[in-house]
């Protein structure tokens, strides 16, 4: 769940229930698995950290750092709060810069 969630959102559920029942329903069907399964995963230990780090690595991702923070923020200063602040200039000026 946590790799088509992953796929599809670019980022991980916060919570179990964010993963609509309906999905995790068809991917149960696809695997084999009884979907309430999905129920029993622990969502605090070491393997949900394990295989985030899985995840992360097949995508080609990697967990944001503090120097990610400081480096969105000066180029938000820049290119943003500098013009406006409409979302469709940040839009264009984040591709751009990416």
């Known amino acids: 769940m946590l790799l088509k969630f992953f796929q ?18 068809y991917i149960a069907k696809q695997i084999f698995f009884e979907p309430e399964l999905y129920a029993q995963y622990d969502w605090t ?6 295989h985030r780090t899985q995840i992360r690595e097949f995508f080609g991702f990697r967990e ?23 979302f ?4 264009r000026n984040w591709l751009a810069y990416v």
């Open 8 to 25: 599809n959102e670019a980022r991980f559920p916060t919570h179990k229930s964010e993963v609509p029942k309906a999905v995790i329903a």
């Open 45 to 50: 230990g070491r393997l949900i950290t394990y």
């Open 64 to 86: 944001d750092t503090i120097e990610d923070a400081q480096k969105m923020a000066e180029w938000l200063c820049q290119h943003v709060l500098h013009h406006d602040h409409e």
């Open 88 to 91: 469709e200039h940040l839009r």
